[in-house]
């Protein structure tokens, strides 16, 4: 299966642009997790969950949702339970302040969640036609009604998961943009909460911002790195518990032109 990423031509030119995380960051919960909701009895059994390495979470996945065609969940049951998921708090604001800001933002989603989730969360929510372009894995329905699953792509990351390295993403759409543009962008953000979300964060410069959710594990992992070689971190850091808190830093950033 191909990797998944929205295909269309080059955006138009923006100042700044700014990457998102899915689970935990745009909605509140693990779209992964929430899918079990559709499951029967909105669990799994003991020997798949036990079937888990770490580090090879798309291959459970793709086994979780094996399983769950086989017990009959429909297309229509998994797209419910998806489409309920919350948005993190301040989320909305956040993308309203973009929405607002349309002629200033470029606005990217790199996710290992799948296309397929992410896709039925951002229409139901109305919030599609902000993003330029999404980095995930792919996923799509088949002709008997299983959702199949594939990786991202390969790398030779040894902090990332074996399906997607997030900073092999952001480096290779930041160098092929600023091709296409002829210069970088002004500047650089990314929001995101989880460890996959550490690894980009240091590609960014010194006049980028990287925006951890307080207290989970992208924030634990930049203290520590700050604790122990602050020369690797360039980018600024501003922890957030709501989108309120990125749009506050954002317009300030704008104001200062």
């Not at 919960?29 to 580090?55: C, F, I, N």
């Not at 948005?87 to 349309?102: C, D, E, K």
């Not at 995101?192 to 980009?200: R, T, W």
Request: hydrophobic share 40%; proline share 7%.
């Amino acid at each position: 299966m191909a990797a998944a990423q929205t295909s269309s031509s080059p955006p138009p030119d923006r100042r700044f642009l700014i990457f998102f995380d899915f689970d935990e960051t745009i909605v509140d919960e693990s779209s992964d997790d929430v899918v079990v909701q559709a499951a029967p009895g909105q669990k799994l059994p003991g020997w798949l969950k036990d079937t888990y390495r770490p580090g090879h979470y798309n291959e459970y996945m793709q086994r979780v949702l094996a399983y769950m065609a086989e017990q009959g969940v429909s297309e229509g049951a998994i797209r419910s339970v998806i489409e309920k998921i919350p948005a993190s708090p301040g989320v909305m604001a956040l993308f309203q302040y973009l929405r607002s800001r349309a002629q200033d933002f470029e606005i990217v989603l790199v996710s290992d969640a799948n296309m397929y989730f992410i896709e039925a969360w951002l229409r139901k929510a109305g919030a599609r036609q902000l993003f330029a372009k999404i980095f995930t894995n792919p996923a799509a329905f088949d002709g008997k009604g299983q959702l199949r699953l594939g990786p991202f792509h390969s790398h030779g990351c040894p902090r990332c998961p074996e399906n997607m390295c997030k900073q092999a993403v952001v480096r290779e759409y930041l160098a092929r943009r600023a091709a296409e543009r002829g210069r970088p962008f002004q500047r650089v953000f990314y929001v995101g909460d989880g460890a996959n979300d550490f690894c980009p964060s240091l590609v960014l410069g010194a006049r980028d911002t990287a925006f951890p959710r307080r207290e989970y594990p992208m924030h634990r992992l930049i203290g520590e790195l700050r604790a122990t070689r602050p020369e690797d971190l360039r980018a600024a850091v501003v922890p957030w518990e709501s989108g309120e808190d990125v749009v506050a830093r954002l317009q300030r950033l704008e104001e200062e032109r």
